[in-house]
């Protein structure tokens, strides 16, 4: 691949097979992590085989905060071509019940060219900031199942205080609105297709969480969305503090009332090592 690196709104306009741009990542995908039958996700993707989450190497947005700083700054892990991802593809499937690629969008060219190598049987979690360019989303459509988007910010001022960007709101309203095109789609508990919606709660930016569940509710309503209490301060991270129960429960409340769809993480969840569970239905 020799062209420059327009794949997301960073538009670095770099040739990746010479240096990286933002997301601090060459051309060829490269996989931090690989854990099969991993049970972490929301309730209606956990069942008993769990799914295959694979964990990229580097981020296109990189907020300050965090929790995986290592693997999203520090050009971790082994590369893949897209020949290698597809045969890693046809391997995996065998033993899960959901690819979940996390934090894909700045391999999307890599990964389209594996899809078009091999499209796997399970389905396909597409798990994202939703700082990404509809335009690539859509080559990418027919094989990704299910979106697992974070809306992070419904504030551009908030996104530029943390991730660094000033259109993160603007981009991502467009990113979740083509992606609501995906209707949802059960198997007895389990999406088989469709969209969630995460949102991560910040201490002292509950303004900002209002907003979210707002924009949602009069947006996207009767989708699912999942209220997440998991923040923990990093070393880099300049909010210095967990979230205290208040905060939770004003965006609780607020969700409780205007969202018909959903699940909350359990409170306790903030800890060093984040291992979420999801609770009590919205
Ligand atoms: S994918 Fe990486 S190099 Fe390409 S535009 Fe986005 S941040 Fe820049």
Redesign the pocket.
């Known amino acids: 691949m020799k062209e420059i690196?327009?794949?997301?709104p960073?538009?670095?306009k770099?040739n990746?097979n010479e240096k990286?741009?933002?997301?601090n990542?060459f051309n060829k995908i490269r996989i931090s992590k690989i854990i099969d039958h991993f049970k972490w996700e929301e309730p209606c993707l956990t069942n008993e085989k769990g799914v295959c989450a694979i964990f990229f190497s580097g981020c296109?947005l990189k907020c300050d905060y965090c929790q995986n700083y290592e693997i999203s700054c520090g050009q971790v892990g082994k590369e893949y071509t897209a020949e290698e991802f597809a045969e890693l593809l046809k391997e995996k499937e065998k033993d899960n019940s959901y690819f979940d690629f996390i934090t894909p969008t700045?391999f999307s060219k890599q990964i389209l060219s594996a899809f078009k190598i091999y499209q796997p049987k399970i389905p396909v979690i597409w798990n994202s900031s939703a700082y990404e360019e509809v335009e690539m989303l859509k080559q990418l459509n027919e094989f990704i199942d299910i979106y697992l988007l974070d809306l992070k910010y419904a504030d551009n001022l908030v996104g530029r205080k943390y991730s660094n960007c000033n259109d993160y709101f603007n981009k991502a309203r467009e990113v979740l609105s083509f992606a609501s095109k995906k209707m949802d789609v059960f198997e007895k508990d389990y999406l088989k297709q469709g969209l969630i919606i995460r949102h991560l709660v910040l201490p002292s930016e509950i303004e900002n969480s209002l907003k979210v569940i707002d924009y949602i509710a009069e947006n996207l309503p009767n989708r699912i969305v999942s209220v997440m209490s998991q923040f923990t301060p990093t070393p880099k991270s300049s909010i210095k503090r967990k979230l205290t129960p208040l905060e939770y429960k004003i965006v609780q409340n607020r969700a409780v009332k205007k969202i018909t769809k959903g699940y909350f993480q359990d409170f306790e969840s903030a800890k060093e090592t984040f291992i979420p569970k999801f609770l009590e239905e919205i």
């Open positions: 690196c327009d794949i997301c960073r538009h670095c770099v990746r990286v741009g933002f997301c990542e296109n700045h």
